[in-house]
């Protein structure tokens, strides 16, 4: 049986992670067409959100018609300014709203954000009945966690359980603490533990890299979900391959190579339009500067789309040539060329899901 957030039944059980710098609408829509049941945002600031930042409230640029339901994850410290941003989410459209206490990165544990709040279970379940007031209850509030702080701090439990009594609708844990990072593996004890201790959803996170790492999450845990965040840069396919309950991911070089070109033309028009609007507001320069070369907000958005080149092309005969290529390409039309070049050829292949991985830089993301 497929769990539900609040009155949202999701079709399966399988989430794409929220990732700064990739799950922008463009992504989302893709995983999501794939068949992944929910794709959060990335991280999006609830004071840019209370300041009225142009650039942030871009980042709430959802597709409608596609994206439901369509959550927000916001992350914050102060309990008012989060209840303010889970109101302003709601009025934009949001049918849910998740709290990053995930974040690890300083400059978001230093203001009580992300992580820090796995420091303080009260403040978080605070915050949870805030944003619910905020919303008048009528948007399930999520969170998205960590098992602790660090090796001392490995308090899940009473941080799910202090959130379930204030109201929260679904809990997504990364098994692994701040301290950990990135380190060693992710602990799945530490889900089914949690998925014992509380009566809410819990979505499992961490080190599911193939289909059959999310099957045996779901059977060794007992958890409702399971999110998916690493093993789908450069590989939304993964999504199809679960919703069909398939073990492998099978794709074509036709059909690879024509995803990867709408991948890019999307990335290209969000972002351009993200810029166009931003420069409107007069909120920043629409042409940056970087050692005195003009970036232009073309050139802007295709070295953004450097990354899932790099991600995409993983696992193929030729990708490191590839991949010094992509780092001097700077028009729409070099890369479209280049895609077609490379991917068209690409032999039939089941993704090497773990090559690169450990190199995801979740800090370099906050650019
Ligand atoms: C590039 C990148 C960016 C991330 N950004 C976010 C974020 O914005 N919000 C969040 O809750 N977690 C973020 N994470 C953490 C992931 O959501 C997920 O918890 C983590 O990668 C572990 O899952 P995985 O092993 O499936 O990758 C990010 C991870 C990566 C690799």
Not at 88 to 100: E, F, K, P, R, Y
Not at 321 to 330: I, K, T
């Amino acid at each position: 049986m497929v769990f539900a957030i609040g009155p949202y039944q999701l079709k399966n059980p399988f989430i794409l992670a929220p990732m700064a710098g990739v799950s922008e609408m463009t992504f989302r829509v893709i995983a999501l067409q794939m068949g992944a049941a929910l794709a959060p945002t990335e991280l999006i600031s609830s004071k840019g959100i209370f300041f009225k930042n142009r650039r942030t409230l871009q980042y709430l640029t959802y597709d409608k018609d596609i994206e439901i339901p369509y959550s927000v994850q916001l992350f914050g410290g102060d309990v008012e300014v989060m209840a303010h941003a889970a109101h302003a989410a709601w009025q934009h459209g949001a049918h849910m709203v998740d709290i990053n206490m995930g974040c690890p990165v300083k400059k978001v544990t230093k203001t009580g954000s992300g992580s820090a709040l796995m420091m303080d279970p009260k403040r978080a379940a605070e915050m949870i009945r805030a944003m619910r007031e905020a919303t008048e209850d009528k948007v399930p509030i999520t969170a998205k966690i960590r098992s602790g702080w660090d090796h001392d701090n490995v308090n899940f439990v009473d941080m799910a359980q202090h959130m379930e009594r204030a109201g929260v609708a679904a809990v997504a844990m990364h098994a692994r603490t701040r301290a950990q990072a990135y380190r060693g593996q992710a602990d799945w004890s530490l889900i089914k533990e949690l998925k014992q201790a509380v009566d809410i959803p819990v979505i499992g996170n961490g080190d599911v890299l193939t289909p059959g790492d999310a099957y045996a999450m779901l059977e060794q845990t007992g958890c409702d979900g399971v999110m998916i965040g690493r093993g789908a840069l450069g590989n939304p396919w993964i999504f199809r391959a679960l919703h069909e309950g398939a073990k492998n991911v099978e794709v074509t070089p036709q059909e690879r190579m024509q995803l990867i070109r709408h991948h890019f033309n999307a990335h290209l028009r969000f972002h351009l339009e993200l810029d166009a609007q931003v420069a409107q507001a007069g909120q920043s320069a629409t042409n940056r500067k970087r050692h005195g070369k003009t970036i232009t907000p073309e050139l802007h958005a295709i070295r953004t789309f450097r990354q899932h080149l790099i991600w995409y092309s993983r696992g193929f005969r030729g990708g490191s040539a590839f991949r010094q290529q992509v780092l001097q390409m700077e028009t729409h039309a070099e890369v479209l060329d280049a895609i077609q070049l490379f991917f068209a050829d690409a032999a039939p292949s089941h993704l090497v899901q773990n090559e690169d991985v450990e190199g995801v830089n979740y800090k370099q993301a906050f650019g």
